[in-house]
């Protein structure tokens, strides 16, 4: 098992940054690749990002391309989402996942609770 915990959520107006950390706990956190979701009431659940177990891939949602900065700690057992430029569209909860099989398979084993952004214009 791998428990998650994000943090670092909350109310940021258009244009302002967040930092979201994922702290993970249980099994051998290098094993696992891991993504930032989220999920706007209504909207399906988006991956905006993914890394790699060894951080040396990385996707980006084409919404958040450019804006959005994922980024890994083996050490801290912690993953990042730096969000800049933030726009009023970006407002939804937000969580992190772990995948034992790779982030390109879409296939996410564990999950978060999910911290809120609320971006206001």
């Known amino acids: 098992q791998v428990q998650l915990a994000e943090s670092g959520g909350g109310l940021v107006q258009a244009g302002g940054s967040l930092r979201l950390s994922c702290a993970a706990s249980?099994?051998?956190?290098?094993?696992?690749?891991m993504g930032w979701f989220r999920q706007a009431p209504g909207k399906v659940r988006e991956n905006v990002a993914s890394i790699n177990w060894s951080a040396t891939r990385t996707y980006y949602a084409d919404s958040v391309k450019g804006r959005f900065t994922i980024s890994r700690d083996n050490a801290k057992n912690t993953v990042y989402v730096q969000m800049n430029s933030l726009k009023p569209e970006d407002t939804a909860v937000y969580y992190c996942?772990?995948?034992?099989?790779?982030?390109?398979?879409?296939?996410?084993?564990?999950w978060g609770q999910g911290t809120q952004v609320t971006v206001s214009s």
């Open positions: 996942a772990a995948s034992s099989s790779g982030a390109a398979t879409g296939r996410y084993d564990y």
């Open positions: 249980g099994r051998t956190f290098s094993n696992y690749a």
